[in-house]
């Protein structure tokens, strides 16, 4: 089963507002990953992150890979329409599976 | 085209009846991975490839499941003996390189088993 806790399922924000999100888990990780997924797609890959403390930015898009290696979390800035969707986080371990959470469906009202 | 392809996008099955699942990788990417997709939920692992070596089958569920890629590119996902609780989007995934935990995914296979 899934490892990995993304609380709450869903959010809610107004245009223009900025967003965190986070990640947890009970084990240690040694990558963190961030995917976002439109209905009917595939996830899509946002960010990765691949050492303890690494903070990245990817335009509006800033994630942070937990200095414990047990969380991550996303920030969305200045949001807009086209930020809506599920984002989800991915762990992964010494295997090169991940291991995502449930997710966290945003909504942006104009 | 650019992006991973997978078909059909969606599948009716009857309990009992065998399915096929589809994925064209990126080209020229070494790993292909599965996962199964519940309503409402994250993608759950299910087998991995490296070319053509199956390394993890672990999460497969049953022995109904069936992965294969016979010369390292177009993966096959076959399912045995449908039951209804086998109702998901079947994702494939792949990278470039091994241990390449950047996977780009496909836009995945609707299964619905009524």
């Known amino acids: 089963g899934q490892q990995l806790n993304q609380s709450p399922q869903s959010m809610f924000i107004q245009e223009g507002e900025d967003v965190s999100m986070n990640c947890t888990s009970s084990?240690?990780?040694?990558?963190w990953l961030w995917y976002k997924q439109d209905p009917g797609e595939g996830p899509v890959l946002l960010i990765a992150?691949?050492?303890?403390?690494e903070l990245t930015s990817n335009g509006r898009l800033t994630a942070q890979f937990g200095i414990t290696r047990k969380d991550s979390f996303l920030n969305i800035s200045a949001s807009i329409p086209s930020d809506v969707g599920i984002y989800f986080c991915a762990g992964v371990k010494a295997n090169s599976k991940l291991t995502f959470g449930k997710g966290i469906t945003l909504s942006v009202r104009p | 085209g650019a992006g991973v392809s997978q078909s059909p996008r969606y599948k009716v099955a009857k309990r009992g009846q065998d399915v096929a699942l589809r994925c064209d990788p990126i080209?020229?990417?070494?790993?292909l991975f599965w996962y199964q997709q519940a309503l409402g939920q994250g993608p759950e692992f299910l087998t991995y490839f490296q070319n053509e070596a199956q390394l993890d089958k672990s999460g497969l569920p049953s022995d109904r499941f069936f992965a294969e890629r016979p010369e390292g590119s177009v993966s096959t996902l076959k399912i045995q003996r449908t039951q209804q609780e086998d109702s998901a989007v079947y994702l494939c995934?792949?990278?470039?390189?091994?241990?390449?935990?950047?996977?780009?995914f496909g836009p995945g296979t609707r299964l619905t088993v009524t």
């Open positions: 084990s240690i990780f040694n990558t």
């Open positions: 995934a792949s990278s470039f390189r091994v241990r390449s935990y950047e996977q780009y």
């Open positions: 992150l691949y050492k303890a403390g």
């Open positions: 080209s020229g990417h070494v790993s």
